[in-house]
């Protein structure tokens, strides 16, 4: 997911978990709540281990992309 982010500038939340799903199967996803396709919460942790610091949560694109020197603290950002 880190690699994709940095190639892409962007990762949006609804294109990779599909991605996930297909490259390496079903058990990385699970149907949430709502009856759509989420991100596993072991990959979610593995993904913030290794990006706590250089990426942020856009709420608004649903989607992580890389921390700008504006952010606010935290991983949310509005």
Request: aromatic share 12%; charged share 30%; net charge neutral.
């Amino acid at each position: 997911m880190l690699a994709k982010l940095n190639r892409d500038g962007k990762l949006y939340q609804e294109t990779i978990v599909y991605e996930i799903s297909t490259k390496f199967g079903e058990r990385f996803t699970f149907i949430n709540e709502n009856g759509n396709l989420a991100i596993g919460k072991t990959v979610l942790t593995a993904f913030r281990s290794i990006s706590e610091d250089s990426v942020v949560w856009d709420r608004g694109d649903k989607a992580w992309r890389n921390r700008e020197s504006f952010d606010q603290p935290g991983r949310q950002q509005d």
